[in-house]
């Protein structure tokens, strides 16, 4: 055929398309061109200034093509097809009895992923014309199980789907799309066109396209435009090229019009890279032309241009593309593109241009849940959902579009430590108890908005649409920005589609909503065209293709990315080969075209991260080719970088002035020192002073945490409050009824935290162990004469005061005993030793001076010289095997140590040159020291 011709990789592709035109039809205004996607069609247009009939192949079903002839039927939107088969795959796992693993759980919610899939699928299917009735060639009996069931869904939705698009007057959107082709391909069949056509820059891979390309070199002023055609191959290359080389695509077309691939012309007199294209040829070499490399000769210049960095972690390839786009806005009108499957990577090197005021939008699309409105309805959805606990309350109102100045205050009143209410009216109600005014008539006002999609969202049954809707309208009333701006009116023009789409449909709402609700904004994308920026992009591989730029970046080189990974959960490879569908093989194939293409430009980037996540990835399976091609060339350093970029990522990240970093050291005046601190105060001086010096100097009392977890919370106080009561209620009574005065004594203690997720949390763990503490207490008193329970104490060395609350302390025929409850682990017996853990040596040393007399002898006791302290005890309360007691050994000697380190540490504290040091590393022991961060810890500890 005389009118098929190739514009090389490596050339300008629209470009060189636009100057042959010019050459051959001065005046192209009459030209009919059809180029694989929308966004080659707009850089032509741009390229061409006049707009003469450019289509793209059927990419959007929107776009009629050059065929006067309709085809009478009116295609499915993607997001009705998403719902009706939604719909049937919720239908059909309800029908089953087991719900095998592959399909677990019955929520609408999951449906929604699988039908996202399923329609991938049934695109495939139409693409390559194959009906759903071949499914029923698969032998099930030669499939494990899970697969046989989705054979028979099959069964199912080939007798359904058609009913349901031919009751609705409908066709599926790829079926439409080769309805489309064929009427234009027989079209020209009838009446040749009088004006030139052009098909360029298609390899001809979905049959429909190939079609209309055959029918088009049939015209006598029809003009077919490979793009990226082998020419360097030889013979012998081209002949054992299979399904997994990216020329297959190609070589598949050009059999199939019998035309040679030495009959192809270039389409214009451009010049290319030929050595470069031997090279990108080679690496894409079928496996039998492996062994060639080994005599194979190739120019140090043929690699001229090509670089690579492998990274350490993803930020740092980020920064160094980030880099490498600065570096070209540096050079007048060059211009640069990222190309990428990897979104994240995308963002992080759009968020680092930010840096420098230049914005770059990734022309593969921003999923809709990812854009400001959506995600601001994507809160109020999780906090009604949460029943607005502190967390999503607060994610709520500090989002900028809630436009709440009362978000902080409301923390502060209400949302910080154990919660204390269970929804909307409970927090209102708590308001007006703490005197909130204010506050409360904000909770009030986001309820009465909030209202009905409230009451929807809590019933037992409820419309789809009607339940968007008024998710829509309670988003809406909080925000007066919702809907603004481009994004916002893409968005919810979507939703109002899905509102019409959906209305009819009832679901259970706290089950079903916010799964559903996610899932369809997930998989829908928003393309800006205003923030295209003039000389960077980043672009997915789709978007690339027959673009040209002087700097290409291929990043994410990773298995998994390049090429992305096929997860359809609809097919195994074993179907989808009986079927006749693309293996993965082939997907690669055609991502390994475009890194074809891409490879072929004058300067070329190659990048990859060697962690992602903290996981070792593996480099892309077209870089091991190229890495052994080039070893095989003795070339292994031949892409070695010719500027130090990864050295200078990490120099992004250095601040421009080192600052020795030192823990704190204050030294406070000796009249800001405290003279009075009580025992578990020294312990917490001796083991971290800083401490002490946030809390006694400073006066900074902590903030509990928001919606703190109950688990965490301090349920020490209030198991020792329990303990309290029933000491002081029945240190006299008999042993009959302890187990119910324990009981008595730990409902009163924990009414203050009744009806709230601490008590429910806490509570049963408490009346777990109270046959275990009763059993103790029983063999105690048996050996006891008096205990007190509680009981405060205090002793003055020189003018510093020492005070003490003891848990229990017991008086013995043979002596004193000390005890301190523990809800917690037990002190280490090293902490002991080291003179850390001095908590019950301090209380014993205030028992012997007498510190405890007052208040023993006010509760029928006498002076403690009377007796001896000779044994100390801490008691874990919380338990499996029973109350679990440590005793300390040599009790009198740690008393003398402690006695003799508190003087020392009274006299050291007395010194104005004395610092209060951070050293958190000697409080393993202690709970979580809220003033870490007051301290810089992790500024000067770990660097």
């Known amino acids: 055929m005389q009118n098929i011709f190739h514009i090389p990789a490596g050339v300008p592709f629209l470009k060189e398309l636009a100057r042959g035109i010019h050459i051959r039809w001065p005046d192209f205004s009459k030209v ?4 694989p996607n929308k966004r080659s069609c ?11 009939k450019i289509l793209p192949l059927g990419e959007e079903y929107e776009e009629v093509l050059d065929s006067q002839e309709t085809t009478g039927l009116r295609p499915i939107s993607p997001i009705r097809r998403k719902f009706l088969l939604t719909q049937i795959i919720t239908e059909w796992r309800s029908s089953k009895e087991e719900t095998p693993d592959d399909f677990s759980g019955s929520f609408i919610d999951h449906s929604a992923y699988l039908a996202d899939h399923l329609a991938r699928f049934l695109d495939e299917m139409q693409r390559e014309k194959i009906p759903l009735e071949k499914l029923r060639e698969i032998v099930p009996a030669e499939l494990a199980n899970h697969w046989q069931v989705t054979l028979d869904f099959f069964s199912l939705l080939e007798q359904k789907w058609p009913e349901i698009l031919a009751e609705k007057g409908l066709i599926d959107i790829a079926e439409y799309t080769n309805l489309l082709l064929e009427r234009q391909a027989q079209a020209w069949t009838k009446n040749p066109p009088e004006f030139p056509v052009i098909i360029a820059g298609s390899t001809g891979s979905i049959p429909a396209t190939a079609s209309l390309i055959k029918s088009a070199a049939l015209l006598s002023n029809g003009n077919i435009i490979l793009p990226g055609l082998d020419l360097a191959a030889d013979v012998e290359y081209w002949k054992n090229i299979d399904e997994t080389h990216p020329q297959q695509g190609l070589k598949n077309l050009l059999e199939s019009m019998k035309t040679e691939r030495s009959e192809i012309k270039n389409w214009t007199d451009a010049k290319t890279d030929l050595g470069r294209l031997k090279f990108a040829s080679e690496i894409m070499c079928p496996g039998v032309e492996i062994d060639k490399w080994l005599s194979l000769k190739i120019a140090k210049n043929t690699v001229d241009g090509i670089e690579r960095i492998d990274c350490h972690n993803q930020q740092e390839e980020a920064t160094v593309i980030a880099m490498r786009f600065k570096e070209i806005l540096e050079e007048p009108d060059a211009t640069a593109a990222l190309v990428t499957t990897d979104r994240h990577l995308a963002r992080r090197v759009s968020a680092i241009m930010k840096r420098w005021n230049v914005s770059i939008f990734d022309t593969a699309g921003v999923r809709l849940l990812e854009l400001p409105d959506a995600v601001f309805l994507h809160q109020c959805l999780k906090a009604a ?41 409970s927090l209102q109600k708590l308001l007006e108890e703490k005197n909130e005014l204010e506050l409360a008539a904000l909770i ?11 009451n929807l969202l809590r019933g037992k049954q409820a419309d789809f649409g009607a339940l968007l809707q008024a998710h829509m309208d309670f988003s809406g009333k909080l925000s007066e920005k919702l809907w603004q701006g481009a994004t916002g009116r893409n968005l919810k023009e979507f939703l109002e589609k899905l509102i019409r789409i959906s209305s009819g449909t009832k679901i259970d709402p706290m089950v079903s909503y916010p799964g559903l609700f996610e899932a369809f904004l997930q998989t829908e994308y928003y393309y800006p065209e205003t923030e295209k920026h003039p000389r960077i992009s980043i672009m997915g591989m789709l978007e690339a293709r027959l673009q040209q730029f002087d700097l290409v970046i291929i990043g994410g080189l990773n298995e998994g990315s390049w090429p992305v990974a096929s997860d359809n959960p609809w097919m195994s490879r074993a179907m989808r080969q009986a079927l006749g569908l693309f293996t993965e093989e082939k997907h690669k194939s055609l991502s390994a075209h475009d890194f074809y293409s891409l490879i072929a430009a004058k300067k070329v980037l190659l990048t990859r991260a060697e962690r992602i996540g903290g996981e070792v990835t593996i480099p892309s399976n077209l870089l091991l080719r190229m890495d052994a091609l080039l070893k ?9 970088p010719a500027k130090p970029w990864r050295k200078w990522a990490e120099l992004m990240y250095e601040p421009s002035e080192k600052i020795e970093l030192v823990p704190p050291a204050p030294k ?5 020192r405290p003279k009075k601190l009580s025992v578990t105060a020294v312990e917490r001086l001796l083991r971290n002073p800083y401490r002490i010096y946030a809390s006694h100097i400073l006066r900074l009392k902590p903030l509990p945490a928001i919606d703190q977890d109950p688990e965490k919370a301090e349920i020490g106080e209030i198991v020792h409050k329990a303990m309290e009561i029933f000491g002081q209620n029945y240190r006299d009574a008999g042993f009959v009824d302890i187990r119910a005065q324990l009981t008595v004594a730990g409902e009163q203690a924990f009414s203050r935290i009744a009806g709230k997720a601490a008590y429910n949390f806490w509570w049963p763990k408490f009346a777990s162990i109270i046959g275990n503490v009763a059993r103790n207490e029983i063999a105690r008193r048996k050996t006891t004469n008096k205990s007190f329970f509680e009981i405060n104490g205090e002793i003055t060395l020189d003018d510093f005061t020492l005070t003490a609350k003891a848990d229990r302390i017991e008086i013995a025929d043979s002596g004193g005993c000390i005890v301190d409850y523990k809800t917690g682990a037990l002190p280490a017996i090293g902490e002991i030793e080291k003179g850390l853990a001095v908590q019950l040596f301090l209380e014993a040393l205030i028992f012997q001076s007498g510190g405890f007399d007052k208040f023993m002898i006010a509760l029928g006791g006498r002076k403690a010289a009377d007796c001896t302290i000779k044994e100390l005890e801490y008691w874990k309360l919380f338990s499996d095997e029973g109350i679990t007691i440590h005793r300390v050994k040599d009790v009198a000697k740690h008393i003398e140590q402690t006695t003799q380190q508190l003087k020392k540490t009274i006299e050291q504290y007395s010194d104005p040159d004395t610092p209060y040091a951070s050293t958190p590393w000697l409080d393993k022991g202690a709970k979580h020291d809220p003033y870490r961060h007051l301290a810089r810890v992790g500024e000067w500890l770990y660097s």
């Open 444 to 454: 009030l006002s986001i309820a009465e908005k909030g209202k009905k999609f409230l």
């Open 632 to 640: 095989a060339a003795k070339m292994e350093n031949a892409l070695q």
């Open 385 to 425: 959902d949460a029943s607005f606990s502190p967390v999503h309350l607060l994610a709520l109102l500090k989002n900028p579009l809630a436009e709440c100045g009362m978000a902080g205050k409301l923390e502060r009143a209400a949302l910080r430590g154990i919660r204390n209410y269970n929804d909307l009216d």
């Open 42 to 52: 707009r850089s032509l247009r741009e390229i061409l200034g006049i707009d003469p």
């Open 668 to 672: 406070p005046p000796i009249n800001a």
């Open 32 to 35: 009919t061109i059809f180029l």
